[in-house]
C-alpha cells in the first residue's frame, strides 16, 4: 500500500487552525462566534424590540413613582386626619375645664367667627381694610376697582355660583 503524505490536504487541517483562517473566533481569542460584514443589513426587528424595552421601562419607571406619590398623598393625609383628631381631643379637654361663663363666651365667638367666614366667602372679603391685611390685586379687599381694570371670568363665575 502508499504511504500518504497529509501535511500538504487544507481539508486535514485542525479546526482551529481552519478557524483562524475563516476568521472566526475562537475560545482563547474571546472575539464575537458571527463575523460581522459591513454591507450586512440590519434587523428591524431587534431594533424595535430595544425600542419597546427602553419605552416599557420609562412607562414602569412613570408608574413607580406615580403609585409612590399616591402612597405619600395618602400617608399626609391620614397624618393630617391624625393631628385634627388630637386637635378635637385638646380642644374638648380645654372646655372640660371652662367655667360656664368661659363656655358661653367661646361659644359665642365661635359663632361670629363662622358668621364672618360666610360672609367673606359670600361677598369676597368685603370687610377685610387696609389695616387688617391690606390685600392686594384687582377688586381685593381694600380697594376699589377702576375703569381700566381687568377683570377673570373665573372670578365672575365664582361670585356668580
Known amino acids: 500500500m502508499a504511504d500518504w503524505d497529509d501535511s500538504d490536504d487544507d481539508w486535514d487541517q485542525s479546526d482551529d487552525e481552519l478557524d483562524k483562517k475563516l476568521g472566526l473566533a475562537t475560545l482563547d481569542d474571546k472575539k464575537s462566534a458571527v463575523p460581522t ?21 420609562k ?5 413607580g413613582s406615580a403609585l409612590a406619590n399616591k ?11 391624625e393631628l385634627a383628631r388630637k386637635a378635637m381631643a385638646m380642644e374638648a379637654e380645654m372646655e372640660a375645664n371652662m367655667t360656664p361663663e368661659e363656655r358661653r363666651l367661646m361659644e359665642k365667638q365661635r359663632e361670629e367667627d363662622d358668621a364672618k367666614a360666610m360672609a367673606d366667602d359670600l361677598f369676597g372679603g368685603v370687610d377685610d381694610g387696609p389695616a387688617r391685611g391690606g390685600g392686594s390685586g384687582v377688586g381685593g379687599p381694600g380697594k376699589a376697582m377702576q375703569s381700566g381694570d381687568k377683570v377673570s371670568v373665573k372670578c365672575m363665575q365664582h361670585m356668580i355660583c
Not at 37 to 57: G, P, R, S, V, W
Not at 59 to 63: D, E, F, I, S, V
Open 71 to 81: 402612597k405619600a398623598a395618602a400617608k399626609a393625609q391620614k397624618d393630617e386626619l
Open 59 to 63: 412607562l414602569n419607571k412613570q408608574k
Open 37 to 57: 460584514f459591513d454591507d450586512e443589513e440590519e434587523d428591524l426587528t431587534i431594533k424595535d424590540k430595544i425600542a419597546d424595552e427602553k419605552a416599557n421601562a
